[in-house]
């Protein structure tokens, strides 16, 4: 049951769900497992003072031990540029943050989770007093 001889991983469990007390420490989460409060459709909402230092903050606390990588446009008015960073983690698990949403102005984390204390989510960092 090792890794045999091409190395890696042979299991791991290294996912989302390693830094759940820290987001849940640092975020309101429901006893069902979603942050922040029920917005439009599936999204959830985080209001704050400054939604882009808190959903950058949120991500960088949701893909502790992950790898990250860029997102970038494929095509479209800005072909090339980065539109967001995907954490990934060994078990599958993944955090994608975009600095903006198509639905709104402000940041965006998208959870998608095998396994963790709380659900796969859309969340939205939107203004206090919107």
């Excluded at 090792?2 to 769900?17: C, E, F, I, K």
Aim: a positive charge; hydrophobic letters at 35%; proline letters at 6%.
């Amino acid at each position: 049951m090792g890794g045999g001889a091409g190395g890696g991983y042979s299991s791991s469990t290294a996912g989302l769900h390693d830094n759940a007390a820290a987001l849940a420490g640092a975020f309101p989460m429901t006893k069902s497992g979603y942050f922040g409060m029920a917005g439009l459709g599936k999204a959830r909402l985080i209001f704050s003072d400054d939604p882009a230092a808190d959903g950058l903050k949120f991500f960088t606390i949701a893909s502790k031990g992950a790898k990250i990588t860029q997102l970038f446009h494929d095509e479209g008015p800005k072909p090339g540029r980065v539109k967001g960073l995907k954490a990934s983690f060994p078990n599958g698990d993944f955090v994608t943050f975009r600095p903006t949403t198509a639905t709104s102005k402000n940041p965006g984390v998208q959870l998608t989770v095998n396994s963790a204390p709380f659900k796969s989510q859309k969340i939205h960092f939107e203004k206090k007093g919107k």
